[in-house]
């Protein structure tokens, strides 16, 4: 009663024009059965900037955004929908800008219902994870951690917010000033406080039993000497940084996943998006630790077995686009590093909302429910919020889970 989608972007060579190598986007279809359909979606500069608009649309809340980000989902999907008539799971393999895309926040069908409302949407890094999936997780996990509030300017975790004209209530990655810069990549930020991320990591530390790293605690020298936490949670900001002009000549190459040179490191992809740390403000104050925790250092983490990685900061779930291989970037880089799955923002997200958000979601967790159907509900709770502004898709659809779905047993 399932069916596997892998979507992928790739280059189309013109038979009739071998001068004409569009980048195209394809749907393939697997079913239990073996069965095999393809089906071609279309140019991706057009499919790209229909994702792209709608994502606009929606970090700046407009009216049009749902309609936007359904045409830019339809677009993707609805040549399959005659294929998943009696379908119950959809599992969907994303590739590209197609990552950026929220599946179960679609309005598909007749009727205009939830794709989520319709089937179960299991989002994967590759395909590939279905089988890695049915592995058994290692029994030797340690206790769930939960990293929050970080002190950037690694000062006492009671100071108060930036005085900047520019509140600190989205966790987002637009700059502040440009007093700073990180020494490895080159991104000139002062990150300013996320008050509600206090509260966030205390309640979510609470719902799980985990330990609580806050102000200078928070720090991604702490995070690498950690061993397979059952959940890793983090709130703060996140960074991503878009491809530069310098790119290696094959940045899909084994190379590309190794220690680059500091000359280099702008063109390295998993160097290029991660999450801010204790010290952010302050890069050059510790050699062996810039602030940073970018998803190179991610990859190299041991947390075989950790059931959950949750990153409540913005886009978090972006990464650098190459062809035919998915997205680098965090979501990539936890599944490596052995989690079993990870959730992650799409987009700039209200920082009161996501610690609401946040709490709804570990409760239904706690309470024995799986992953995917804890997220399910919370989204669809919000869609009808008591507070109007949460009911945007900016809010509830940000949030999107990749890999294992099922629950988390010990919490």
């Known amino acids: 009663d399932g069916v596997l989608v892998e979507y992928i972007r790739y280059q189309w060579a013109d038979p009739l024009n071998p001068t004409n190598k569009e980048v195209h986007y394809a749907a393939m279809l697997l079913?239990?059965?073996?069965?095999?359909?393809?089906?071609?979606?279309?140019?991706?500069?057009?499919?790209?900037?229909?994702?792209?608009?709608?994502?606009?649309?929606?970090?700046?809340?407009?009216?049009?955004?749902?309609?936007?980000?359904?045409?830019?989902?339809?677009?993707?999907?609805?040549?399959?929908?005659?294929?998943?008539?009696?379908?119950?799971?959809l599992y969907v393999s994303p590739d590209g800008e197609v990552n950026?895309?929220?599946?179960?926040?679609?309005?598909?069908?007749?009727?205009?219902?939830?794709?989520?409302?319709?089937?179960?949407v299991r989002v994967l890094t590759t395909g590939r994870e279905l089988l890695q999936l049915q592995e058994s997780a290692p029994q030797a996990v340690s206790a769930p951690v939960v990293i929050a509030d970080p002190s950037f300017d690694r000062a006492a975790v009671a100071a108060k917010s930036s005085s900047s004209k520019r509140t600190a209530d989205t966790r987002n990655t637009d700059p502040i000033s440009n007093q700073n810069s990180q020494r490895a990549?080159?991104?000139?930020?002062?990150?300013?406080?996320?008050?509600?991320?206090?509260?966030?990591?205390?309640?979510?530390?609470?719902?799980?039993?985990?330990?609580?790293?806050?102000?200078?605690?928070?720090?991604?020298?702490?995070?690498?000497?950690?061993?397979?936490?059952?959940?890793?949670?983090?709130?703060?900001h996140g960074f991503f940084m878009p491809d530069q002009?310098?790119?290696?000549?094959?940045?899909?190459?084994l190379a590309s996943l190794l220690p680059v040179k500091p000359d280099s490191a702008a063109s390295n992809p998993l160097l290029r998006s991660g999450i801010v740390m204790a010290g952010a403000n302050q890069p050059d104050a510790d050699p062996d630790d810039d602030g940073y925790l970018t998803a190179l250092e991610v990859l190299q983490?041991?947390?075989?077995?950790?059931e959950l990685v949750?990153?409540?900061?913005?886009?978090?779930?972006?990464?650098?686009?190459?062809?035919?291989?998915?997205?680098?970037?965090?979501k990539r880089a936890f599944a490596v590093a052995g989690?079993?799955?990870?959730?992650?923002?799409?987009?700039?997200?209200?920082d009161a909302a996501t610690a609401a958000f946040m709490e709804s979601f570990y409760q239904r967790l706690k309470a024995g429910e799986g992953k995917a159907a804890a997220l399910a509900a919370t989204q669809k709770e919000f869609r009808s919020h008591p507070i109007a502004a949460w009911r945007h898709p900016y809010v509830w659809a940000a949030f999107q889970l990749s890999g294992d779905w099922g629950p988390v047993a010990g919490i």
């Open 339 to 350: 989690a079993r799955s990870s959730l992650l923002s799409l987009w700039k997200v209200d």
């Open 100 to 120: 950026r895309l929220p599946f179960a926040s679609a309005k598909v069908g007749a009727g205009g219902d939830y794709l989520a409302d319709q089937m179960n």
């Open 185 to 236: 990549l080159g991104l000139d930020q002062i990150w300013t406080r996320l008050k509600s991320t206090e509260e966030e990591g205390k309640a979510t530390s609470k719902l799980i039993g985990g330990t609580l790293w806050v102000g200078n605690q928070a720090s991604a020298k702490n995070v690498k000497t950690l061993t397979s936490p059952l959940i890793a949670h983090f709130a703060t």
């Open 31 to 89: 079913r239990p059965n073996g069965v095999t359909k393809v089906f071609q979606l279309g140019k991706s500069k057009d499919i790209e900037a229909m994702i792209s608009a709608s994502i606009q649309s929606i970090e700046e809340q407009h009216s049009d955004s749902e309609s936007l980000l359904n045409n830019a989902i339809d677009k993707v999907l609805s040549p399959l929908l005659p294929e998943l008539d009696g379908v119950r799971v």
């Open 245 to 253: 002009q310098d790119k290696p000549v094959d940045g899909l190459s």
């Open 310 to 330: 949750v990153v409540s900061a913005c886009e978090s779930g972006r990464g650098v686009v190459n062809r035919g291989e998915g997205l680098y970037g965090l």
């Open 301 to 306: 983490l041991d947390w075989q077995g950790t």
